[in-house]
Every structure is written in C-alpha cells, then in structure tokens.
Nanobody
C-alpha cells in the first residue's frame, strides 16, 4: 500500500512558477511509474507528465518545454516543476503511483490532489 500526499499548489499569476511535491509513504516508490495528472474544471483527469523507475520522462503537449518531472527515490518523493504558467494550467493536480505493469492491477495509487490556480 502506498499513500501519496501532494503539496505546493496555490494561486499564481500567469507567467509564474510552482513546484509540486508528492511525498509517498507505506512503501518505496522506486519500482513505480510516477505520474502527475490534472483535472481542470468541468473536464476529465488527464496525464501531465510521467517518469519511469529508470528516470525516463514523458510530457503531454501542453506542458512540453514548461514542466519538468523528477523523482528522488531516497526521499520517496516526486516533483513537478512548472514554469511559464498559463490560465489553462488551472486545475487539481494529482500524483499517481502505477505499478500495474510489473506488480499487478491493484498496484495503482492516487493522492488527494492539490489545487493550482493561474490567474491575474
């Protein structure tokens, strides 16, 4: 069982930056694919970025060049650095630990989310 707690959200002006953190407990996350997802108001949750256990990263098009996902397995924490933020980046950001491919379908965990609002 993995518990995930996001932090670092808040209100920021367009063009600003935020760094989200996802602290894991209960189990080590080194073997999980870690992802950040966003649920914008009135829309479905979509993946923003992901990082494999080996450190390979993928980004959804809106965040390419502006967002950077990283992981510190020693601290059992994943980060999302967001720069040049736009109003369209507004939403609740969720952290995900996905171990389904290697450990089974039940190894899929979500945090409670942190609100990011980009507005002047």
């Amino acid at each position: 069982q993995v518990q995930l707690v996001e932090s670092g959200g808040g209100l920021v002006q367009p063009g600003g930056s935020l760094r989200l953190s996802c602290a894991a407990s209960g189990s080590r996350i080194s073997d999980y694919v870690m992802g950040w997802y966003r649920r914008a108001p009135g829309r479905s949750r979509v993946q923003v970025a992901a990082i494999t256990s080996g450190g390979s990263t993928t980004y959804a098009d809106p965040g390419k060049g502006r967002f950077a996902i990283s992981r510190d397995n020693a601290k059992n924490t994943v980060y999302l650095q967001m720069t040049s933020l736009k109003p369209d980046d507004t939403g609740v950001y969720y952290c995900n630990a996905d171990g389904r491919a290697t450990m089974g379908p039940e190894y899929d965990y979500w945090g409670q989310g942190t609100q990011v609002t980009v507005s002047s």
